[in-house]
């Protein structure tokens, strides 16, 4: 499964961004699609999850109501809707797979995952 991450770009602070996610190769029904982000001098974190089956969703604290994950299972894409983007969301945002469903509390592990994009930078200016 090759996944390829865009959409990334330069806003200011309060505009909106949409990130792709693009799978291609080997495709799977179930599992989970994880949005990740990494600042520079910072460990990759969880942003949020959408599982391939029923879109169930899960969102790290920090983007819960600003941002909105989303899955077009036909188009084997997966969406991240950011909206209101503060400074503190710049980072280089990754996108990744995993064929088995999983529990949240899992899907929010980095090491839960099978396949990575290649990421994609947003910068956000005050």
């Known amino acids: 499964v090759q996944l390829q991450a865009s959409g990334g770009g330069l806003v200011q602070a309060g505009d909106s961004l949409s990130l792709s996610c693009a799978a291609s190769?080997?495709?799977?029904?179930?599992?989970?699609v994880g949005w990740f982000r990494q600042a520079p001098g910072k460990e990759r974190e969880f942003v949020a999850v959408?599982?391939?089956?029923?879109?169930?969703?899960d969102y790290a604290d920090s983007v819960k109501g600003r941002f909105t994950i989303s899955r077009d299972n036909a188009k084997n894409t997966v969406y991240l809707q950011m909206n209101r983007l503060k400074p503190e969301d710049t980072a280089v945002y990754f996108c990744?797979?995993?064929?088995?469903?999983?529990?949240?509390?899992?899907?929010?592990?980095?090491?839960?995952?099978?396949?990575w994009g290649q990421g994609t930078q947003v910068t956000v200016s005050s």
């Open positions: 990744a797979a995993r064929i088995n469903r999983g529990i949240f509390s899992i899907l929010r592990l980095r090491d839960q995952y099978n396949y």
């Open positions: 959408v599982r391939r089956s029923d879109g169930s969703t």
């Open positions: 190769g080997r495709t799977f029904s179930g599992g989970a």
